[in-house]
Nanobody
Framework: QLRLEESGGGLVQPGGSLRLSCAASGFTLDYYAIGWFRQAPGKEREGVSCISSNGGSTIYADSVKGRFTISRDNAKNTVYLQMNSLKPEDTAIYYC????????????????????WGQGTQVTVSS
């Protein structure tokens, strides 16, 4: 059974940090780009970051550039999202997703390009 599982969410004060993990089971992530998405109450799901299958390309939403860092460890079949300088507006459920894109596209923040999704982990930034 193909499965993605997020972990590492929680409650943190503004300015704090969290590291989210996305672990795969039932398949290898080596051939997949991995994206992180988030959805706040009453808002649409938005792309946060993506890393290509070989880790050579990354992309970030403007709202998180300079604060979030995506990385992957294919040996551990896991992708990470390091989140620093967190703000209350970062509060959301965070999802990871795996996708194989058409030739010429290595990274994407479009949810429709992804095939497999995790169940999400809650991140709350509040004092």
């Amino acid at each position: 059974q193909l499965r993605l599982e997020e972990s590492g969410g929680g409650l943190v004060q503004p300015g704090g940090s969290l590291r989210l993990s996305c672990a795969a089971s039932g398949f290898t992530l080596d051939y997949y780009a991995i994206g992180w998405f988030r959805q706040a109450p009453g808002k649409e799901r938005e792309g946060v970051s993506c890393i290509s299958s070989n880790g050579g390309s990354t992309i970030y939403a403007d709202s998180v550039k300079g604060r979030f860092t995506i990385s992957r460890d294919n040996a551990k079949n896991t992708v990470y999202l390091q989140m620093n300088s967190l703000k209350p507006e970062d509060t959301a459920i965070y999802y990871c997703a795996a996708g194989q894109f058409i030739q010429g596209i290595n990274v994407s923040l479009l949810p429709r390009r992804y095939d497999y999704w995790g169940q999400g982990t809650q991140v709350t930034v509040s004092s």
